[in-house]
């Protein structure tokens, strides 16, 4: 007599989604499709770096006006729409069209937030006495990180694949760590040189008992 395979132990697997038949069905075990918490942490810190990048614009302005109120919510929109383009890669296991959908919210994000650093510097008396050329000439170039990393990822992405181009944004990371280096003394500034003792006055205290 030939024995009967047990049913409990069929298992397949779908779309990354494990699967075990049973008596009465098929029953879902376990999603292990790592796309979503991938795409998921990438939206994470992409926006972390849009919020650190809006911290060091508004650390040097004292003031707004009008056109920097209408560019920066022209940024906010943006910013608000990163759920979507996120949950697009999430919800479909990131594919060649969601990706270059998220690349393309990223150019345009990255481009808004340029532009409100640009609508400051053309109105130089909204800076404060912080904004000094080399923080200037620090944030410029840090605010091109993001249009400069996904406008390259977009070739790759079609060429290659979806995950060589999201591979490539780490590029952001490498370039992130370059121009903490190169603009150290931002973070750590030297101290003054401590001024030389006026000669008369030393001389005079010499000469006392």
């Known amino acids: 007599m030939r024995k009967q395979a047990n049913p409990l132990r069929r298992v397949r697997i779908e779309r990354g989604i494990y699967y075990r038949d049973t008596p009465t069905g098929r029953r879902r075990m376990i999603d292990v499709d790592p796309g979503p918490f991938i795409a998921t942490t990438i939206g994470f810190l992409v926006v972390g770096s849009y919020w650190a990048s809006h911290r060091r614009i508004f650390g040097l302005i004292r003031e707004t006006n009008g056109s920097l109120v209408w560019a920066n919510l022209t940024f906010l929109f943006f910013v608000a729409v990163q759920p979507f383009l996120t949950a697009a890669m999430a919800e479909h296991s990131p594919n060649q069209t969601s990706v270059l959908l998220y690349t393309g919210g990223q150019i345009a994000a990255g481009i808004a937030q340029s532009i409100v650093w640009r609508v400051a510097l053309r109105h ?81 205290s010499r000469r006392r008992p």
């Open 124 to 204: 130089r008396e909204l800076l404060n006495e912080r904004a000094t050329d080399r923080r200037i000439q620090y944030v410029s170039i840090a605010l091109l990180r993001a249009p400069v990393t996904f406008t390259l990822s977009i070739p790759i992405t079609i060429l290659v694949g979806p995950a060589a181009g999201m591979a490539s944004w780490g590029l952001m990371v490498l370039l992130a760590v370059l121009m903490g280096r190169f603009f150290a003394d931002l973070d750590h500034p030297r101290p003054a040189p401590a001024a030389a003792p006026d000669e008369p006055a030393a001389a005079t």
